[in-house]
């Protein structure tokens, strides 16, 4: 266990939204399981809802985008760390190029993960399944998951800048090594 440390307000706020949304992204999880079983258990009494499928398949969609800032934040996330480790004294300038590339790669997935919503939103798209959701809905949450991993890569990489350490949990490879 670390010793808590004030944290500044902005720096706990950011770690809520992401926490927050890790929250709302096992909720989704656990829609999931709660649609399956209901798909099943209407096939046995012979009863068809339409959309289950495509329903479980949004909930899944909404659950990864929106894990995905609280993931990256507690280095749950697939890192180049024996890449990092092999640079030595420049291990820094990796982690910065690193967080770049990402945070350019999500801000780019964020922007257009947005401009999806809004035009699917103005063109009144449904989804093609006998459900007929409009597609805006469902495509909400993936957009705000894809903003708040922009975000999160963004934050990592101007705390790495000014702190010269990112705000990415330790995670378990690192603590292995260590003993």
Same mark, same amino acid.
């Given at each position: 266990?670390?010793?808590?440390?004030?944290?500044?307000?902005?720096? $706990?706020?950011?770690?809520?939204?992401?926490?927050?949304?890790?929250?709302? &992204? /096992?909720? *989704?999880? %656990? !829609?999931?399981?709660? #649609?399956?079983?209901?798909?099943?258990?209407?096939?046995?009494?012979?009863?068809?809802?339409?959309?289950?499928?495509?329903?479980?398949?949004?909930?899944?969609?909404?659950?990864?985008?929106?894990?995905?800032?609280?993931?990256?934040?507690?280095?749950?996330?697939?890192?180049?760390?024996?890449?990092?480790?092999?640079?030595?004294?420049? $291990?820094?300038?990796?982690?910065?190029?690193?967080?770049?590339?990402?945070? &350019? /790669?999500? *801000?780019? %997935? !964020?922007?257009?993960? #947005?401009?999806?919503?809004?035009?699917?939103?103005?063109?009144?798209?449904?989804?093609?399944?006998?459900?007929?959701?409009?597609?805006?809905?469902?495509?909400?949450?993936?957009?705000?998951?894809?903003?708040?991993?922009?975000?999160?890569?963004?934050?990592?990489?101007?705390?790495?800048?000014?702190?010269?350490?990112?705000?990415?949990?330790?995670?378990?490879?690192?603590?292995?090594?260590?003993?």
């Amino acid at each position: 266990m670390t010793p808590a440390v004030d944290k500044h307000p902005i720096r $706990r706020a950011l770690d809520g939204v992401y926490t927050f949304a890790g929250y709302i &992204a /096992a909720l *989704c999880l %656990l !829609a999931i399981l709660l #649609v399956i079983v209901a798909q099943m258990a209407t096939r046995w009494m012979g009863i068809s809802i339409p959309g289950l499928s495509e329903y479980a398949g949004y909930l899944m969609a909404s659950a990864s985008f929106l894990a995905f800032a609280h993931g990256l934040n507690h280095g749950v996330h697939i890192r180049v760390n024996l890449l990092l480790r092999a640079l030595g004294r420049h $291990r820094f300038w990796g982690e910065i190029w690193c967080m770049i590339i990402g945070a &350019a /790669a999500s *801000c780019y %997935l !964020a922007w257009y993960a #947005v401009k999806l919503v809004y035009w699917s939103h103005k063109l009144n798209d449904v989804s093609q399944g006998q459900d007929a959701t409009p597609l805006w809905i469902v495509q909400t949450p993936m957009a705000i998951g894809a903003v708040l991993l922009a975000v999160c890569f963004a934050d990592n990489l101007l705390t790495l800048l000014i702190t010269r350490r990112d705000n990415i949990g330790s995670g378990l490879v690192e603590q292995s090594h260590a003993e």
